[in-house]
């Protein structure tokens, strides 16, 4: 390899671009890395990209496995945690059901200025010896195939022309999606929604939107740490989110599913002014004597691809070059992780000369797997998104779910087993998607089957319950199971999940009745349950003799969203009904005490 | 908030959370052993006082109070602190050491 040739090329100096060419340098202090970045510096700082927010596996990758933590906890705003008002149409704020943390979360995740964070990473990258090369375009790329090298043509700031060749080419420049133009992979992706944003140079605490005479309301947030969370207004197939940064600026953006609400609708400044004052006149009221900055619209946002990564020609589609599903959950630096993460590994191995196509192969149909999942949780949502009933407990199962599979195998550096382990572990991990395949499919029948009964509506339903079975879950990812311990950890995983979403399933068809049409929905989906005759015969039982019979997370669904109500018929008719049988082997619970 | 409002609001939220017959809930009522309680129920008592009071409860107070009477003089107290701009208690970070 001659001198001219770069190890790796990034075309893409953003978030993914950036953490990539870190990370990289950190592997291999002596890699040849180039970024190149068409925007030069300085970077306005609030107004530069949307994905602020970042959850837990992002924010590990960034605090943890590049060592940013000491420089996000000083430089950017702790989040506490993902906080939604979900209700009806024209339903006041104070009059929809809050879901949200109780106590701010252990686990750290957090709101991150866009221009800040990477006018700092280039600083990193350029003192990590990444040679970035600021204003300047990538006008044509040449993929080598085999063994061949890729051939980038840049056009500099001052307007001359050079050709860079590399071993391994990296496309992390977003929508301009290079490496899919060029192959032409590109697809649209689901779900159709779209997604307008905007800033504000001001504060905005979620409480200025609420009547004072709402005091239950405002008592409610103790600590006053209400506005630190990415608050979600919602309703019938919209939320719109409000992201506060650590540059006094509040971020706010509406995101639409195409069946409820069309985007030239608000796709204009004064257009979404007058979207949210239908919508959330609160907000309006609170916008109407503010100026909003900057101003975008993404239509029809999710993008999907045939192939983002090639382990045998070297290259690879980075953050949203690649693809993007939904800004629900705030998945962003979850995908730039786990892509940068194999990226990192897969050029390691390939330098030592014991990279084989059946690691890359391994490590890529996880990633590809990653997305289905992710895919399968956050897409078409817009249904539930006026509907607290089911959006809650969709939430917990969505909540455990990414804690105990993505982030767990994250968390303990799955990305680096070998070939054989990393086989077992997606096989954990694949038992997990599909629980989650199924438990979806349970939601969606709940949410097609069930009515909205706000006659019954929880003002506040804490999520994570504190202390419980879910916030347990969230701490027991500061508890290491690296190598050999994964695979059992993920084990365990499997087993809890069958069980949480049994009882789930329970919920709903107490709270439904619609005991034939769910049995028939989750027959399709392949499910059927593991349920003894203790547990379907305690709920006869009274309330202390009950809690002695189910578990922890039955309880705790309980505490967050009240006992499940239907209209009266057993439990254990309604199983019949729905074409399950009760496991008859295990004693039924005899009442220890007379009930007064 | 009178004396007889906070009472009011203390037996529907015991009465809502715990599957309790409000008629059951008298100011004398033992949480734990009349109304049957343990202790999670007290710690989504106290969770969902914070909607009357605006306060973290000092966890010693809240530990020695046995019956509902007690729960309302709680909240009472917690009232008139809060209207006198008294400080909240100094209490460790939620999940600190776990």
Redesign the interface.
Known sequence: MGNDTLDVLICGGGLAGLTCALQLRHAMPDLRVTVVEAQARPLPVACHKVGESSVELGTHYLAEVLGLGEYLRREHLPKNGLRFFVGPPDTPIAERTEIGP?????VPSFQMDRGKLETDLRRMVEDAGVTLLEGAKVVGLTLGEGGELHVARIVMPDGAERQLTARWLFDAAGRRRLIQRELDMAREGKPVASSAWFRIHEKLEVGALVPEHE??????D??HTRWLSTNHLMGPGYWVWLIPLSTGYTSIGIVTDHLHHDPSSYGRKDKALAWIAEHEPALSRWLSTRELEDFKLLRHYSAASERVFSGKDRWACLGESGQFLDPLYSPGTDFVANFNCVATRLVREDRAGTSTPELADELIDMLTGWTDDCLRTVGDNGVYFGRAEVFAPKLWWDFTHYWDCACSYFFNRGYELDLEDHRRVRGAVEQLFRLNEQAQDLFDSWAELGASDQQRRK??V?LP????FL?DRH?ALAKPALGDALRPRLEEHIALQRSVLQELFLRALTELGEARALGDSMRSAGWRPHLSAERIACEQL???ER?EHISSYA?DMD?AF??ARGDGTPLSTLLTLAGFHVDRGASTPKRTRPST | MTRDEILKNVVEILA?S??LDPEEIKPESTLYEEL?L?S?DA??IF?QL???????PDPDVAREIRTVEELVSFVESELAAAAAGEP?PELP????G?
Not at chain 2, 50 to 56: A, F
Not at chain 2, 93 to 96: E, I, L, V, Y
């Open positions: 109780v106590e701010s979360p252990t005091r239950r309301w405002h008592a409610r103790v600590d003002a506040f804490g319950p504190y202390p419980g916030t701490l009274p309330r202390d809690l309880r505490r009240g006992r | 809502d715990f599957e049957g343990d999670i710690v989504d969770v914070r909607e009357l009071t605006g306060r973290r909240e970070p939620p999940g600190a776990t």
